[in-house]
């Protein structure tokens, strides 16, 4: 089945500053990548997802990345601003219907 | 605006209690999901439904059922509370399976004294 690992667990980052939090699945038919952003004491949205057949994925300020022959694919969030303040997780889903999330990464950003 | 509800924010209930907890979409959604959410270890999926009566297991069904009677409703049962299951509960619905966007509810923090 499906192992999905999330680095760093936790991230502390300036106001302005880029933010990348890093995912690795163990799956290679795994196909579907969604983050997701999850603020305090709310529920977990969907801010952008991948499939396995597309390398990069961007909109506004935040864009996810897929290297399939590493397996791993990581959120990138460019100009960070005190709103981006959360908890994401990444999350692998493959043919079968097998999904995991990561762990998590609470990101703090300071202003 | 697409919307999950459940039943309760916050629940506290004693051990051996059986407990419901219940979620309902306004989507027309076929597929519905539970997780229980712990700090460090993520979103862990309970059970999964893709039709009405239809139920599948997820990673850590032991110590829960679910009843999905009615497209819109799927409910998450504790047969015995035990301290153990102490935890934020997470409904999502989807359109179509796990490859698809999950809407999630708001949660309920359950906890069995």
């Known amino acids: 089945g499906e192992n999905v690992e999330q680095h760093p667990s936790t991230l502390s980052v300036q106001e302005g500053d880029s933010a990348v939090i890093k995912c690795t699945y163990s799956d290679s038919a795994s196909n579907y990548f969604p983050w997701y952003k999850q603020e305090l004491g709310k529920r977990p949205q969907l801010i952008i997802d991948i499939r396995s057949n597309v390398g990069e994925k961007k909109d506004q300020r935040i864009a996810v990345t897929l290297n399939k022959t590493a397996k791993h694919f990581s959120l990138h969030i460019t100009e960070t601003q005190p709103e981006d303040s959360a908890v994401y997780f990444c999350?692998?889903?493959?043919?079968?219907?097998?999904?995991?999330f990561g762990a998590g990464t609470r990101l703090t950003v300071k202003p | 605006d697409v919307k999950v509800t459940q039943s309760s924010r916050y629940l506290v209930k004693r051990t051996g209690e059986k407990v419901f907890l219940e979620c309902v979409q306004d989507m027309d959604h076929e597929n519905m999901f539970w997780y229980r959410q712990d700090p460090g270890l993520g979103l862990r999926l309970i059970y999964f439904?893709?039709?009405?009566?239809?139920?599948e297991k997820g990673d850590i069904p032991e110590g829960y059922s679910v009843s999905r009677e009615k497209k819109e409703r799927f409910s998450l049962i504790l047969e015995s509370a035990s301290t153990n299951q102490t935890s934020m509960y997470l409904c999502a619905s989807s359109l179509q399976g796990f490859s698809y966007e999950q809407y999630f509810g708001p949660g309920t923090r359950l906890t069995v004294t």
């Open positions: 999350a692998a889903t493959d043919n079968n219907n097998d999904m995991r």
């Open positions: 439904s893709y039709d009405v009566k239809m139920k």
